[in-house]
């Protein structure tokens, strides 16, 4: 694209979106909460992507948005599910091993300034109305289409496959024959408490694992304030 | 310019009137199925006004900066949506030549903002619909990319306008039949709809709109309509032939055809059961996508032949 108005309305949105880029990018390591820090580095890519769509370069522009959106959502889930902070809605010190950090971004810094100063870019404009996507996916793929569609397709259903195979076996048993908590002995029953058969309490926490030993007894639930004390061992009809 | 603010006008009334008539018939369905809400023609302005009227209710320690930019952003993001339907030849408000894939980019934003609508709260009801919605929301969208390739094929481009031209002679409803139900199945996703209303169930009092009070809970609901008219237009132009039709100016030939895929999501969402968020998981990983494959080989091969 890059033919909104003249060239005075491109540049305007170019400092605008390289204003904002740089602005969440900063944000990133000054909020105190994931998810924040999450978004506000999808900002930061959003920003760089609109610039991509000013340069002409439409498609690597709207993909970098669409990549980023998906990519920031899953690691924002994942790091909030592996950390210790639950939704990671408090606030929690994002940064560490400052001295190491500041060293590393001072010299990316500079290396990147560096590269980019010294570097000849290419200086030929090209027609109005050139068709750049084509041109990109002839880069690209040229006539290796048809290898790298299969190589694609091949993979993202080994991955599918992989996840399916190796998620049915979970830490509690098969993941379709419902939950129950590993035995207190290897081969032991359950531990925990036991559920009622058909009784309405006792929720989702163990159905179909240890059908053995509800079939025998059934336990009075101690908070019935009309039995009394002990476990009054009654046969189910 | 001047094809621009016509463009522009036209979109302002798709979406008005969209969202109007999404509004009637939702009711309409509610009616007739469990007995409860309001039919009327101007029954979603009086149940506005009532919430506009309401006091904004806070929760403890929220995000207010997210949550209002959730909000927002989904209402915007259902109208960029749109914004890149083709109201005619060459008469869409972003003529872009990769507007499919702007619309994908545009899907992938909106499981980020319904999930922020969820978290920012900082309530658990609202959190668990913004998780669970993510699960669900996610996948959902890999077989709506492999049906949107699959349209751009015989257009030869990813642009929806070349895409509304290539249905010339025979719409993609026709020339590829799994295409429109599978991608009726993203739209009752992103509009929070129905068998994938994970995020605003019912049984979580409202999932991630519980916590929303007053003129942001009718925001919201404005946004999840407007969403159900963007999706719809796109899906009219990807499926049902766009601006394309006999005597009729283009623009009323999307109007109409964008109001039959609303009517049909609308009815889809009260009409369909919703599963376990696990059998959804199996359902979309082992047999949705499959079957967008199967979508995108039958493209290639009519390609070919």
Redesign the interface.
């Known amino acids: 694209m890059g033919r909104i108005g003249g060239t005075g309305m491109t540049d305007l949105l170019f400092y605008a979106l390289s204003a904002l880029a740089i602005w969440s990018g900063w944000r990133v390591f000054r909020v105190d909460s994931m998810i924040r820090a999450t978004f506000a580095l999808m900002v930061s890519f959003t920003s760089v992507g609109g610039i991509a769509v000013l340069m002409a370069a439409d498609y690597i522009g709207v993909a970098t948005v669409f990549m980023m959106a998906v990519e920031m959502m899953v690691m924002g889930l994942f790091m909030v599910m592996f950390m210790m902070n639950p939704a990671g809605l408090n606030p929690m010190q994002m940064v560490h091993q400052y001295k190491f950090s500041i060293a590393a971004g001072v010299l990316g810094f500079v290396g990147l300034a560096t590269a980019v100063l010294l570097t000849n870019f290419p200086d030929n404009p090209l027609p109005e109305n050139r068709d750049t996507l084509r041109d990109l996916g002839i880069e690209l793929l040229g006539g290796s289409m048809l290898i790298f569609e299969t190589a694609g397709v091949t993979l993202l259903a080994t991955m599918v496959g992989a996840v399916a195979l190796s998620s049915r076996r979970g830490r509690f048993g098969d993941s379709d024959a419902g939950a129950a908590p590993p035995g207190l002995h290897p081969g032991g029953e359950p531990a925990g408490r036991k559920v009622e058969k058909g009784g309405g309490h006792g929720g989702h926490g163990g159905h179909g694992g240890h059908q053995m030993n509800m079939e025998k007894t059934k336990q009075d639930s101690s908070d019935d304030p009309h039995k009394g004390h002990g476990n009054m061992s009654e046969t189910e009809a | 310019m001047m094809t621009f603010a016509l463009a522009f006008a036209i979109l302002i009334l798709v979406l008005a009137l969209g969202i109007w008539f999404a509004a009637v018939l939702d009711g309409v369905f509610s009616r007739q199925l469990s007995g409860h809400g309001t039919v009327g023609l101007l029954a979603p302005f009086h149940a506005s006004a009532v919430y506009l009227t309401q006091q904004r209710l806070r929760t403890e320690?929220p995000?207010q900066l997210?949550w209002f930019l959730s909000i927002a952003g989904y209402l915007s993001v259902a109208a960029t949506g749109l914004a890149v339907v083709p109201f005619g030849p060459d008469l869409a408000v972003i003529g872009?030549?990769?507007s499919v894939?702007?619309w994908?980019?545009c899907e992938?934003?909106i499981?980020?903002l319904v999930?922020?609508h969820g978290?920012s709260p900082?309530a658990p009801l609202s959190?668990i619909g913004a998780?669970r919605y993510?699960a669900i929301g996610?996948p959902i969208?890999l077989p709506s990319m492999f049906v949107l390739i699959a349209v751009a094929i015989p257009a030869q481009s990813?642009d929806l306008r070349d895409i509304v031209a290539s249905q010339e002679t025979v719409w993609n409803v026709i020339r590829q039949p799994l295409g429109l139900p599978l991608f009726l199945l993203l739209g009752l996703s992103l509009t929070l709809r129905g068998p994938f209303d994970y995020a605003d169930s019912d049984d979580l009092a409202g999932g991630t709109s519980a916590e929303d009070s007053g003129a942001n809970r009718a925001g919201w609901q404005v946004a999840r309509l407007a969403m159900l008219v963007g999706f719809s237009a796109v899906a009219s132009a990807a499926f049902l032939g766009g601006y394309l039709g006999p005597v009729l100016p283009g623009f009323v030939w999307v109007i109409i055809k964008t109001l039959v895929v609303m009517a049909i999501v609308i009815g889809l969402s009260h009409l369909l059961v919703r599963l376990p968020v696990?059998r959804m998981l199996g359902l979309i990983?082992?047999i949705l996508?499959p079957i967008s494959?199967l979508d995108l080989l039958w493209a290639g091969l009519v390609a070919l032949a």
């Open positions: 320690a995000d997210n872009l030549d990769t894939v702007f994908g980019a992938s934003l499981v980020v999930f922020l978290w900082n959190l998780y993510v996610l969208m990813l696990a990983w082992k996508l494959f």
